[in-house]
């Protein structure tokens, strides 16, 4: 069965348009057809009737040879007595015998279709049958109306159909194919161009049909997913490049200390060769894994969220700091809660605070506060220092993964650039932003918006 139906879009289409419209066909034709036989009999029935009843007032009074000749529709009429004798007859039925009498107890007026052979063609008739009470007794009057008119468009609409529905089904089956597949070529279009592109190809779009309809929209998804493809390889590459280039360079300078050391034979001079390397190998350590963490951002959202209380969060983050280079001053408003995953949160409290204090002079300032309202209330956390500053046409720069400014904000300090790309991220998964505004002591001002957990 399953092999029997069509396969492709276009051949199902159709076949149930073929279908749909054969039934809706069938169903009309037999409705026409119903509606003519009954149109066409009741007008015979009528006709028979009312020269039946005709006929019966005359026999009522006596004057059966006052009866005149069938009206139009009316072929035949005979009055039976009640002994069987055919008491009067149309010119057409002379010698024929009477028609049966009805049965005992059966109504006055009834209606039968009977074919009539003495008539020539033996069509069938419509007739009516009435008693009446004559002078002589009971009498029984049938009035007769061809249905050959009726059986004649009953035939001529029945051929008509049967000639007339495999056409029009045909025309029907013909538009549909030739509609559906005009339709379906663009389709088969971006189909084809989609089977072209490759991993090397994300620069190729499919075609737009100027239609404006359900298949162009079609395309302008596939393309917009293209160009999110298109963008994911080429920082994908970036990425792996940077990456690289990253671990390159301290896994180069930590095989030249260890030569060194190996060369060196004053064990005096060891403590500080491996010290070095110690150092180097701390930060190979920090940056496999961050390269890890951003790995595992890219690959689904690391959020496990929770109502968190962000205030005591930020206090914890700041209070381990004791004895930093760069002191860190709090504002913080009491009883900020968000919903945020406290691990991941605090990542991002961390690297921000790490990034002040490694560019800061003398200072920095965290300040939480909330604000909006009523609704929606937000949660924002600013971090200030003042060192260098970021200068306007880097502010968005900045957050993106291995990202140096050049002079003070370079690798001398120890950063590899992921810090606020990490933190960017995991505040967009906690449905959050991170920006870098303009500060009026002329450092960085990085400012961290978080929907609060409770709206008024």
Known sequence: ????????????????????V????????????????????????????????????????????????????VEFVQVVGADGRVLFASPNLMGVP?????????PATRLHT???????????????QVVTDTPDGMAVVYAGASLRDADAADDTTTAALFIGMPLLLATVALVTWRVTGHALRPVEAIRAEVAEISDRDLHRRVPVPATRDEVARLAETMNATLDRLEASGIRQRQFIADASHELRSPITVLRTQLEVALAVRDP???????????????????????????????????????PLDLTALVRE?????????????????????V?????????????????????????????????????????VLEVLDDGPGIPAADRERVFERFTRLDDSRSRDHGGAGLGLAIARD???????????????????????????????
Not at 53 to 73: D, H
Not at 275 to 304: F, K, M, N, Y
Not at 430 to 446: N, V
């Open 1 to 20: 069965m399953r092999r029997m139906w069509p396969t492709t879009v276009r051949a199902r289409a159709t076949v149930g348009a073929s279908v749909v």
């Open 22 to 73: 054969a039934a809706a066909l069938a169903l009309a034709s037999f409705a026409l057809l119903g509606l003519l036989e009954a149109n066409l009999l009741r007008n015979a029935e009528n006709d028979a009737r009312r020269q039946a009843e005709t006929v019966a007032q005359l026999a009522a009074t006596g004057k059966l040879g006052r009866v005149r000749p069938p009206g139009r529709g």
């Open 98 to 106: 009477a028609f049966p009498p009805p049965a005992p107890g059966a």
């Open 114 to 128: 009977w074919k009539v052979r003495p008539l020539g063609e033996g069509h069938r008739q419509r007739v009516a």
């Open 268 to 306: 005096e001079l060891w403590p500080e060769l491996i010290g070095g390397a110690l150092e180097d190998i701390e930060r190979l350590q920090h940056l496999t894994a961050d390269l890890l963490l951003l790995a595992r951002i890219d690959a689904a959202p690391p959020v496990s969220a929770a």
């Open 317 to 337: 983050a700041v209070d381990c700091r004791l004895g930093d280079r760069v002191p860190v001053h709090v504002r913080l408003e009491a009883g900020v809660e």
């Open 339 to 379: 919903t945020a995953g406290a691990l991941w949160l605090g990542r991002v409290v961390t690297n921000l605070v790490d990034n002040a204090q490694r560019y800061a002079a003398r200072r920095v300032e965290v300040t939480l506060r909330t604000t909006g309202g009523p609704r929606p209330r937000t949660a």
């Open 426 to 456: 995991l505040s967009t998964h906690h449905g959050g932003t991170l920006t870098a505004e303009d500060s009026a002591e002329g450092g960085a001002r990085l400012v961290l918006r978080l929907p609060l957990t409770h709206q008024p």
